[in-house]
T-cell receptor, first 112, second 111 residues
Framework: DSGVTQTPKHLITATGQRVTLRCSPR?????VYWYQQSLDQGLQFLIQ???????AKGNILERFSAQQFPDLHSELNLSSLELGDSALYFC???????????FGPGTRLTVT | QQQVKQSPQSLIVQKGGISIINCAYE??????FPWYQQFPGKGPALLIA?????SEKKEGRFTISFNKSAKQFSLHIMDSQPGDSATYFC??????????FGTGTRLKVLA
């Protein structure tokens, strides 16, 4: 158990809908990262937040957005969902000093 | 230049054997190279990591070998066990930002 929690574990929704994925980092970690894992694209970095501020952006679609709240939990919002958005979404957190990232158990999103 | 190339895609090893997975990168600004283990339905778990100022790092049965001039690094799993059967990902990062992951290696250790 990495100490990173993610909810929900599974999510099934229809095309065009909007969903919110939630992540709580390990105690004391200030950075939160979001990754998407799909069969054809592998593990792709989406976005990073550090202590509430966006720090780095990767291959994140404009339909997707994220934020980190004062209590350091983070939410990833996915809107206008398409079939191709079906994937595993992972959150990771890292300590104030150091590069290591600890991954949560993921949210499996299925868009039908 | 941001890619990390990982090979092989899949690997079958006998119990007690050595599993070797290789990765190569282009971006010389990368300064942190972790390896992750992922079981089906689980999140990636950090196994071991190395920085470019060290050529080798060992933790238990897991060893990273790093060749800075060749821009390559590899994971060696000694005395491989059936419980090691999983997908392994190498990654690279610059600073404390995003990881660039390799495409993964599916390891199967035969009992």
């Amino acid at each position: 158990d990495s100490g990173v929690t993610q909810t929900p574990k599974h999510l099934i929704t229809a095309t065009g809908q909007r969903v919110t994925l939630r992540c709580s980092p390990r105690s004391g970690d200030l950075s939160v990262y979001w990754y998407q894992q799909s069969l054809d694209q592998g593990l792709q970095f989406l976005i990073q937040y550090y202590n509430g501020e966006e720090r780095a952006k990767g291959n994140i679609l404009e339909r997707f957005s994220a934020q980190q709240f004062p209590d350091l939990h983070s939410e990833l919002n996915l809107s206008s969902l398409e079939l191709g958005d079906s994937a595993l979404y992972f959150c990771a957190s890292s300590p104030r000093q150091g590069n290591e990232q600890y991954f949560g158990p993921g949210t499996r999103l299925t868009v039908t | 230049q941001q890619q990390v190339k990982q090979s092989p895609q899949s690997l079958i090893v006998q119990k007690g054997g050595i599993s070797i997975i290789n990765c190569a990168y282009e971006n010389t600004a990368f300064d942190y190279f972790p390896w992750y283990q992922q079981f089906p339905g689980k999140g990636p778990a950090l196994l071991i990591a190395i920085r470019p100022d060290v050529s080798e790092k060992k933790e238990g049965r897991f060893t990273i070998s790093f060749n800075k001039s060749a821009k390559q690094f590899s994971l060696h799993i000694m005395d491989s066990q059936p419980g090691d059967s999983a997908t392994y990902f190498c990654a690279a990062s610059e600073g404390t930002y995003k990881y660039i992951f390799g495409t993964g290696t599916r390891l199967k250790v035969l009992a």
